[in-house]
């Protein structure tokens, strides 16, 4: 299999995009606060599973067909919104409901990964299955870097390998380091901080997303 082209270009595009903050990165801070390393990792093993699935499709080539369908991604990208209202709700209501009862710590959901809006695991892996910029980007941006038609789904799976394999060195590295400020980050304000500030940044990510359909 012939190695495309501008490898280099895909990885620098690749790890930009990797590294922007995103509802990936509000999910698995949150929750590395409130549930330590274990449930960051388990968040951003999640994300990555829902990556790994649109490489997938991309290399069988039924990302080609959900993004060239409007309805498709609209239903996907309203979905997307909702999930992530749905999670910072979750979030903002599990506070409000923690300083009603008087339960400073913020209850026992601040000491284990997952609320009642779910798993760590299944909360990163449900966001990017709904995450329609996801196909758009197999669709739009990796196809430019496939140089040699003739090997079109090779190329297109060696790309979508590099780029899964980018964002697992991103998440581990970040997990790892954030929750070596596991005592900071246990100090309830610190981390009812956390909760507040993902809460609000994910419900404002849904809004934004809902408008956009």
Do not use: C
Not at 10 to 34: C, K, S
Not at 60 to 88: C, D
Not at 195 to 200: I, S, Y
Request: proline content about 5%; charged content about 10%; aromatic content about 6%.
């Amino acid at each position: 299999m012939p190695i495309p082209e501008h490898l280099g270009g895909f990885i620098a595009a690749a790890v930009l995009v990797t590294v922007l903050p995103g509802p990936d990165f509000v999910l698995i801070t949150r929750n590395t606060a409130r549930g330590g390393r274990r449930a960051g990792l388990t968040t951003a093993a999640g994300s990555v599973t829902g990556i790994a699935v649109w490489a997938l499709l991309a290399t069988a080539g039924l990302s080609v067909l959900v993004a060239s369908h409007p309805g498709v991604l609209h239903a996907l990208r309203l979905a997307g919104a909702a999930y992530l209202v749905y999670l910072g709700g979750s979030a903002i209501l599990a506070l409000w409901r923690a300083h009603r009862s008087g339960d400073g710590d913020g209850g026992a959901a601040a000491h284990g990964g997952a609320d009642r809006s779910g798993a760590p695991y299944a909360q990163g892996l449900v966001n990017n299955l709904l995450n329609p910029k996801l196909p758009v980007m197999f669709v739009t941006v990796l196809p430019q870097f496939v140089s040699a038609p003739q090997a079109a789904m090779q190329q297109t799976a060696l790309l979508g390998s590099i780029l899964v394999g980018l964002v697992v060195v991103w998440w581990l590295v970040y997990v790892l380091g954030i929750s070596a400020l596991s005592e900071v980050m246990r100090r309830r304000r610190v981390r009812q901080g956390i909760d507040l500030a993902g809460g609000v940044a994910l419900t404002a990510f849904g809004v934004a997303l809902a408008l956009a359909a």
